[in-house]
């Protein structure tokens, strides 16, 4: 079976916004958003690794309602959100105004989810025939509506609280609703019936809260200007 297709669907969504960032975001180049894209590939190795070598201690293999949140809280949430992170610290806020910088956020966080999508996307093909083709791109247009969005706003929330750090007006509540955003979300995710349906209403509250603090984060920047202007 050839791979290459679904490979290719699992990037649509980050090719498309790549291309509208490019064209609308004021004074971002595209060698900064190649940039923000390898870091956020870079971070899905310690990602990976980090995955393999929790989940594998006694506390996440028991599969109760306790440790299966858990884990959603302290892998999914925590660890992953703090790697990303780590490599967006990498970012050139120095070069970049705050719109450049979110957008670079919200790209580490898309291409981050695109390639998780294509691991599954492996993964999966490994168990079933090859007349099973359908359920892969099914598996793919869910995960990018869903998982892909999420990392995407919650990379956007952390990509505000460095931002905000960075000019000395730290506010870790945007980072604080990364962790628990994506950990929720992986929670009802691994659900079935009607507990599912719950990563909804937690992907619109990501959206949401990412659009209140990138207008929290607008507004400190314009007062600080007005400030140094008097």
């Known amino acids: 079976m050839n791979v290459l297709a679904p490979i290719a669907l699992c990037f649509v969504m980050y090719v498309a916004i790549f291309i509208i960032f490019a064209v609308l975001v004021p004074s971002l180049k595209i060698r900064h958003e190649l940039w923000a894209s390898f870091l956020g590939l870079l971070a899905v190795l310690p990602t990976a690794f980090t995955e393999y070598v929790v989940l594998s201690l006694p506390i996440f293999t028991a599969h109760t309602f306790f440790t299966v ?11 992953e959100e703090s790697l990303k992170m780590i490599f967006m610290l990498l970012l050139p806020y120095k070069k970049l105004k705050l719109p450049a910088f979110f957008a ?3 790209l580490c966080g898309l291409v981050f989810g695109s390639f998780e999508s294509v691991i599954y996307m492996l993964v999966y093909l490994q168990k079933i025939s090859s ?4 359920v892969v791109y099914k598996l793919i247009l869910i ?6 969005i999420i990392h995407t706003f919650c990379a956007g ?6 931002w905000s750090f960075r000019k000395k007006a730290s506010n870790i509540t945007s980072f604080i609703f990364a962790v628990l955003f994506h950990g929720l979300y992986n929670f009802f995710a691994g659900n079935s019936g009607l507990l599912y349906w719950f990563i909804i209403p937690v992907i619109l509250f990501a959206i949401v809260e ?3 603090r990138y207008l929290v984060v607008s507004e ?3 007062r600080t200007k007005k400030a140094k202007s008097i």
């Open 143 to 148: 995960r990018m509506f869903t998982a892909v």
């Open 157 to 162: 929330l952390s990509g505000l609280y460095i």
């Open 104 to 106: 670079c956020s919200v």
């Open 210 to 212: 990412c659009r209140i």
């Open 220 to 222: 400190k920047k314009t």
């Open 131 to 134: 007349g099973g083709i359908g």
């Open 69 to 79: 949140l858990i884990t959603a809280l302290v892998f999914n949430g925590l660890i």
